[in-house]
């Protein structure tokens, strides 16, 4: 924790250059890896880490621990840092395996150290419930030969019922106490999954309502993704396409392979299989993930 929070808080370095660099030297990320999550070149993430690096050389002060009074103002950054740690681990960018159960188990450990610290932190709470929920299900995302297994699809019996538990006590304190935040929200989103017995159960009103905040706190695409499922859960698959052509001019998603797996499943649910199919293939090239190729190459055959 003290070196995250040294490296994050280095005086010399710009946000985004304090965030990428402590992901490749204490998150262990690759620079392709920050780069994916960025949703920018890794070439230009090099460019990034090799000029915070030389900024701390040239300030030629040594690294500081901030005082306590200065930690809550900063810690918008350290909770970046771990999101970013935490989601690659969940879902790897690339390699064999869909997860890499070493960067979840420390952004989880880091993220209890710093709730221990801040207990009165909305948004610190909330990162940890948002990472708990997402951590119970991971032992059912894959099959026992590392297939990956859709939400849908999941045996939620095998799902972490202490994490789930954990998770919901916490969101729930903290929406009741704290300002409003996105890690809250993406928080409360995930216990409407993690609570409902079946996905047929899933309160996609809800789900929907809460993506309406999100966009409104933290608006990106990524963001408008996921709510044009949303939309499509509640309205249909038509209006969540509708919404996803407004995303296909951002050229933060052109090549991410998510926008066209997207379009791939509310193509199929609107019952266009060729186009389906098609989207399902693209998505499967643009993807450095095996588990999530694989899954997508099945998806189209299967139409």
């Not at 150290?113 to 708990?132: C, I, S």
């Not at 009741?176 to 996905?199: F, K, N």
């Not at 060729?274 to 450095?288: I, M, N, Q």
């Given at each position: 924790t003290l070196a995250l929070l040294l490296l994050c808080c280095h005086p010399v370095l710009s946000p985004p250059a304090r965030i990428a660099l402590t992901l490749r030297a204490v998150?262990?990320?690759?620079?392709?890896?920050?780069?994916?999550?960025?949703?920018?070149?890794?070439?230009?993430?090099a460019q990034r880490i090799s000029r915070a690096k030389a900024s701390i050389r040239e300030a030629g002060s040594p690294f500081r621990v901030p005082?306590?009074?200065e930690l809550p103002a900063r810690v918008g950054e350290v909770l970046h840092v771990l999101y970013l740690v935490f989601t690659e681990g969940h879902t790897a960018s690339s390699g064999d395996a869909l997860a890499r159960v070493d960067l979840t188990a420390e952004a989880i450990r880091l993220a209890r150290q710093l709730h221990a610290l801040l207990p009165d932190e909305g948004e610190v709470t909330g990162l940890l419930a948002l990472m708990l929920l997402t951590e119970a299900r991971r032992p059912a995302r894959t099959t026992a030969s590392g297939e990956l297994v859709p939400l849908a699809e999941q045996d939620r019996s095998l799902w972490r019922t202490a994490y789930v538990r954990e998770g919901v006590d916490l969101v729930t304190d903290a929406l009741t106490r704290s300002r409003l935040g996105p890690y809250q929200v993406q928080a409360a989103i995930a216990a409407?999954?993690?609570?409902?017995?079946?996905?047929?159960?899933?309160?996609?009103?809800?789900?929907l309502a809460l993506y309406d905040v999100l966009e409104q706190l933290a608006p990106g695409p990524v963001v408008s993704l996921n709510r044009a499922v949303a939309l499509a859960m509640v309205e249909g698959p038509a209006a969540g396409l509708s919404l996803l052509s407004d995303l296909e001019g951002d050229k933060r998603l052109a090549r991410h392979h998510r926008l066209h797996a997207v379009r791939a499943h509310l193509l199929e649910l609107d019952g266009?299989?060729?186009?389906?199919?098609?989207?399902y293939l693209l998505a499967a090239r643009l993807t450095t993930s095996v588990p999530e190729q694989r899954h997508l190459e099945r998806k189209a055959a299967d139409l």
């Amino acid at each position: 924790t003290l070196a995250l929070l040294l490296l994050c808080c280095h005086p010399v370095l710009s946000p985004p250059a304090r965030i990428a660099l402590t992901l490749r030297a204490v998150g262990g990320l690759t620079t392709a890896q920050i780069a994916h999550a960025f949703l920018v070149p890794e070439a230009t993430m090099a460019q990034r880490i090799s000029r915070a690096k030389a900024s701390i050389r040239e300030a030629g002060s040594p690294f500081r621990v901030p005082p306590a009074t200065e930690l809550p103002a900063r810690v918008g950054e350290v909770l970046h840092v771990l999101y970013l740690v935490f989601t690659e681990g969940h879902t790897a960018s690339s390699g064999d395996a869909l997860a890499r159960v070493d960067l979840t188990a420390e952004a989880i450990r880091l993220a209890r150290q710093l709730h221990a610290l801040l207990p009165d932190e909305g948004e610190v709470t909330g990162l940890l419930a948002l990472m708990l929920l997402t951590e119970a299900r991971r032992p059912a995302r894959t099959t026992a030969s590392g297939e990956l297994v859709p939400l849908a699809e999941q045996d939620r019996s095998l799902w972490r019922t202490a994490y789930v538990r954990e998770g919901v006590d916490l969101v729930t304190d903290a929406l009741t106490r704290s300002r409003l935040g996105p890690y809250q929200v993406q928080a409360a989103i995930a216990a409407v999954h993690d609570e409902a017995p079946t996905a047929a159960d899933t309160d996609w009103e809800q789900v929907l309502a809460l993506y309406d905040v999100l966009e409104q706190l933290a608006p990106g695409p990524v963001v408008s993704l996921n709510r044009a499922v949303a939309l499509a859960m509640v309205e249909g698959p038509a209006a969540g396409l509708s919404l996803l052509s407004d995303l296909e001019g951002d050229k933060r998603l052109a090549r991410h392979h998510r926008l066209h797996a997207v379009r791939a499943h509310l193509l199929e649910l609107d019952g266009d299989t060729d186009a389906a199919r098609e989207s399902y293939l693209l998505a499967a090239r643009l993807t450095t993930s095996v588990p999530e190729q694989r899954h997508l190459e099945r998806k189209a055959a299967d139409l």
